[in-house]
């Protein structure tokens, strides 16, 4: 499947890692829109999260298990941040594999992610 975050998944495109697991992989977003902009994803391919069935939601789980880890460690949970995942044809999702934003680092206006 020629899918741009299973690439990176895999390393055949470079990401700068934030975070990576043997389930979940985290990136800074290459167009930021916020001082922090993270991409969190699971390794396994999923369309989004329309895709994912009852059997393989504990990813979801552990996706924001990781969010809170990651905020922790970076610094940014304390003040909050934000997490956005955008679903489908009218959900604005451009890159077809799961994936949540993750913005931070400064006091964020509604709907930031809808500006790209
Ligand atoms: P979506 O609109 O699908 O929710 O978000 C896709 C995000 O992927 C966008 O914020 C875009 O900037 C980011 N993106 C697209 N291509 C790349 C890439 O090659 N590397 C990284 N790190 N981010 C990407
Ligand atoms: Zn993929």
Do not use: W
């Not at 470079?14 to 991409?39: G, M, Q, R, S, W």
């Not at 994803?41 to 059997?55: E, G, L, N, W, Y």
Request: glycine share 6%.
């Amino acid at each position: 499947m020629d899918c741009l975050f299973c690439k990176i998944v895999k390393g055949e495109i470079p990401c700068t890692k934030v975070y990576e697991d043997d389930k979940v992989l985290a990136f800074n977003d290459i167009n930021p829109v916020a001082p922090y902009h993270i991409l969190v994803i699971p390794k396994q391919h999923f369309d989004s999260i329309a895709d994912v069935s009852d059997k393989d939601m504990e990813i979801v789980a552990h996706i924001h298990s990781v969010i809170n880890k990651i905020a922790i460690d970076k610094g940014f949970s304390d003040a909050g941040f934000r997490i956005i995942n955008n679903c489908r044809e009218d959900g604005g999702q451009e890159v077809k594999h799961l994936h949540y934003h993750v913005l931070a680092g400064k006091k964020l206006p509604l709907y930031e992610a809808e500006k790209k």
